[in-house]
């Protein structure tokens, strides 16, 4: 059996879309609540706001915004503790592992594009065994600019020499979406993922969406081109 699809490569966000990240970043803010003699707080309290990173999950758990004197020093030890635990619960969401299997099986190459910095992106795709199998990884300080800028999404498909608008991408987030449309790509809206705090999925003007990660198999090989 053939694969068929009308895309040459495909781009993913990391954290709630590719892998499931929220147990550990839950746990480092929750690591500070304890250091304080403070409760943590129930991680699937904090699981939307994973994708908002350091800012969304201080300010859940400290009540503390980025203009905040103390904001610095908390992100960076957050980001610290974070660092330390990067992989203990961290998973490959349900059917990914599947679907990466059949792009390389159909000789389709697939990328990574998140706003996470390098120094948290490259350890975890290293220790998921990810990072043999995609050269094109671009992370939050990579270019310049971080999504919603399409500058990172472009550098990926540049690394790839595969032509955007031949491209998927695929995001929890509205900045995702954003990004990706203004690369000149197809987007994907992963409604399975954290989806932070915005409207639902299905108001952000993705081309598709995808509630369970078995739909991004319909979306990339539709089944009436499976040959």
């Known amino acids: 059996m053939r694969l068929s699809t009308n895309f040459r490569s495909v781009f993913f966000d990391l954290d709630g879309t590719l892998a499931d990240t929220a147990p550990d970043l839950a746990a480092a803010a929750n690591q500070m609540r304890i250091d304080r003699h403070l409760h ?33 020093d908390l992100r960076d030890e957050f980001l610290n503790n974070y660092q330390a635990a990067i992989h203990v619960h961290t998973r490959l969401f349900d059917d990914i592992e599947n679907l990466l299997n059949l792009l390389d099986q159909a000789n389709i190459p697939w990328g990574i594009v998140t706003n996470k910095q390098k120094r948290f992106t490259n350890p975890l795709m290293q220790s998921m065994g990810l990072d043999q199998r995609t050269r094109a990884i671009v992370s939050g300080d990579t270019t310049p600019f971080a999504k919603p800028h399409p500058a990172p999404i472009l550098l990926a ?45 299905d108001s952000w003007g993705a081309d598709h969406l995808a509630y369970h990660p078995t739909d991004l198999i319909d979306i990339i090989f539709p089944k009436n081109r499976l040959e």
């Open 40 to 72: 943590p707080i129930d991680p699937q309290i904090l699981r939307p706001l994973a994708s908002a990173g350091a800012r969304g999950l201080i300010e859940a758990s400290f009540g503390i915004k980025p203009d905040d004197d103390s904001f610095a």
């Open 157 to 201: 498909a540049k690394i790839l020499e595969i032509d955007p608008k031949h491209s998927l991408y695929v995001g929890d987030d509205l900045r995702d979406i954003v990004a990706g449309k203004a690369a000149g790509m197809q987007t994907v809206a992963a409604a399975y993922g954290y989806c932070g705090n915005h409207e639902p999925p």
